[in-house]
Structures are given as structure tokens and as C-alpha cells.
């Protein structure tokens, strides 16, 4: 396939992504004192504004190449949910696989930014498991949503802030597998081995070490290839793709690996580009690309996202005219 093949091919392309969203909310100010209370800087607000994260980050990336994107989640029954529903709405994805419930929170991130600083981060949120009728009730709904939709892909975008319970991981791959439809993990460190026998697994580097906890100096690929190893003998696994900043991506699947290095870039920000790679990487899988392609494709989508300030989605328009540019894929027919 060419490029332009398979960037239009994701437009034919539903993904359903599982995970933990989240509101990451900004307050904009300036500061022109410290506090007489503490030696603290006394932030004056000026503006605010809030966008999605987490999975719903994922989604934003998924709509932004054209896939349709359906996110499941669990929120509080709380105002930030009321934010959540009017951006989701805003940004045309369906809230119908949120599920609110009272005995949660809904994730927020604040952070305070100065001058181009930013000066403190406020974090309110849940990290406990569901509790066993909440899983029972989130994976009936998100197995019926699943096989009502129909997906080309299924995404477990996980930050540890529990709904993937492991009972809901189990639950979702067994059905998955079942319909046929291939599975991606963006994985963190409390399940990380909780997501067997999935088609792709995406780490990077730190999470690697965290879930192994094996020490993986940066640019040792013979330690990389080492703990992929390991971590395809604890997880049966079908391929692994490992994101490692600087030093580009390393895959691997049966006997073969392709070992990528990083495009030469300006670096802004490195914020949301492993939401970008694995959004990326899942359409790629849903195309039933070669890893080699796949891993091609992430690792250029991963890169572009951190020539910009802040979390964005990658650029459908840049990321086609590289992969021409590169040589990605095929030539047109």
C-alpha cells in the first residue's frame, strides 16, 4: 500500500478505546507577587480552558487521521463529567460508552501556567480498582457496545487509575478474540501483565523497566532485546513495539525485530506522543500492515507531535507528506 493508501484507509477504520479518560484543565494567570502567607508566587488568572486526555486523547488522535473513535470509560457523577460530555460533544465523539458512577471521581489535572511557565500541577482523581460490581457492570456495557459497533481495532490506553481492572482486561481480550478483532496496550506499571496473549503491546522504555523492573540503560539495545524477550515469555504476546525517546522504536515479533532510529527534529514538547504512536499504530494494525510498517509509521507520527507546543493530535496532511517523502509503504498503483 502507498502512503496516500493507507492514510486513507484509516478513514474507513472504527476504533474502540478502553481506558481511563481524563479532563486536563489549564489556568492561565501572571504572576506579580509572592504570597505574604508563604514564600510561594501568587498566580493572578487571567483565562481557563480544559481539553480531553488520557484515552480521550487517544481518540482526538484517531479522529484527527480520519478513523471513527469510541471511547469507554468510567467518570465520577460529578461536574468535571459535565465538562467532559460538552468537549466530547464539541469535538463530535460519542459519550455513549462513558458510564458515570457515584462512588468515583473523575480524573483532573490542573495546571497553573505563568509567563510560559508552568508553575504547579493539581492533580484530583481516584487510583483504586473498581469494585467487582462496578467491573461487572463497565465490561457487560463495553462488550455490548463492542459487538454493536463492530471495531477494526480494540485500544487499552491505561494510566492506572482504575477502570482496566484485570478482570476487565481478561474480559475484553477473551471477547475481542472471539470476534476477531485484533487488540493494542498502552500498558502502565499496576496490570501490566494482566494483557496476555494480546496482538500488539506498546511500552516505552521507563514502562518496560517498571513492569520488568530490570534496569535497560538508554541505547543498550542488547538490554532491550533482552527484556523483550522476557516480557514476550510472561505474556504471549503476538509483537511488541517499545518507544525509546531519542533512540527511535524497537519491535519485534516471532524471530524478526526492526530497530528504528528517531527522526531529526526541533523537540518542543514530548507531551501526548505516546497517545500519538500507539493511535497510529493501532490503525496501522487494524490495516493489517507488517510490523516493520507499523513500527515505521509510529515512530514518524510519534516524532511530528513533538515539533508542537502542548499535546496535540498529529497532522493527517504532515504525516502523509513524510511517508512520501521517506518512502513508506508501497508506491501507488
Known amino acids: 500500500m502507498s502512503p496516500k493508501e493507507i492514510i486513507d484507509g484509516f478513514g474507513s477504520i472504527t476504533a474502540l478505546v478502553v481506558g ?11 504572576v506579580d507577587r509572592i504570597s505574604p502567607e508563604a514564600p510561594v508566587p501568587v498566580v493572578q488568572v487571567t483565562r481557563r480552558s480544559a481539553r480531553l486526555g488520557g ?40 459519550t455513549d460508552g462513558l458510564m458515570r458512577m457515584p462512588t468515583r471521581r473523575t480524573t483532573v489535572k490542573t495546571r497553573v501556567i505563568s509567563g510560559g511557565q508552568h508553575v504547579v500541577r493539581v492533580d484530583e482523581e481516584m487510583e483504586n480498582d473498581l469494585a467487582a460490581a462496578e467491573e461487572e457492570k463497565f465490561l457487560h ?11 477494526a481495532v480494540l485500544i487499552f490506553e491505561d494510566y492506572d487509575k482504575g477502570v482496566l481492572t484485570p478482570g476487565v482486561i481478561g474480559g475484553l481480550i477473551a471477547e475481542a478474540q472471539r470476534l476477531g478483532i485484533p487488540q493494542s496496550v498502552d500498558p502502565k506499571r499496576r496490570h501490566f501483565f494482566d494483557y496476555r496473549e ?27 532485546r533482552g527484556a523483550v524477550r522476557l516480557l514476550e515469555a510472561r505474556l504471549a504476546n503476538k509483537a511488541s513495539l517499545i518507544t525509546l525517546s531519542e533512540h527511535g522504536v524497537y519491535a519485534h515479533q516471532n524471530d524478526q ?14 507531551s501526548g506522543a505516546g497517545d500519538t504512536v500507539i493511535s497510529v499504530a493501532s490503525l496501522c494494525l487494524a490495516l493489517g500492515l507488517p510490523l516493520p510498517e507499523i513500527a515505521a509509521w509510529a515512530n514518524l507520527a510519534g516524532g511530528l507531535v513533538c515539533e508542537h507546543v502542548g499535546v496535540v493530535p498529529v497532522d493527517p496532511e504532515a504525516l502523509l507528506a513524510e511517508a512520501e517523502h521517506l518512502g513508506l509503504g508501497s508506491p501507488a498503483r
Open 20 to 30: 481511563d479518560v481524563m479532563l486536563d484543565a489549564y489556568l492561565w494567570g501572571r
Open 55 to 94: 484515552a480521550a486523547n487517544v481518540a482526538l488522535n484517531l479522529r484527527a487521521l480520519g478513523a471513527t473513535a469510541i471511547v469507554a470509560s468510567v467518570t465520577g457523577n460529578d461536574s468535571y463529567a459535565d465538562d467532559l460530555d460538552s468537549i466530547f460533544t464539541e469535538k463530535d465523539l460519542s
Open 141 to 151: 456495557q463495553v462488550i455490548e457496545l463492542m459487538r454493536r459497533t463492530k471495531p
Open 198 to 224: 494480546v496482538d500488539l503491546f506498546k511500552p516505552n522504555l521507563q514502562e518496560l523497566r517498571d513492569g520488568l523492573k530490570v534496569d535497560i540503560p538508554r541505547g543498550d539495545m542488547d538490554a532491550v
Open 257 to 270: 525485530e526492526t530497530i528504528l532510529p528517531a527522526h531529526r527534529r526541533t523537540i518542543a514538547d514530548v
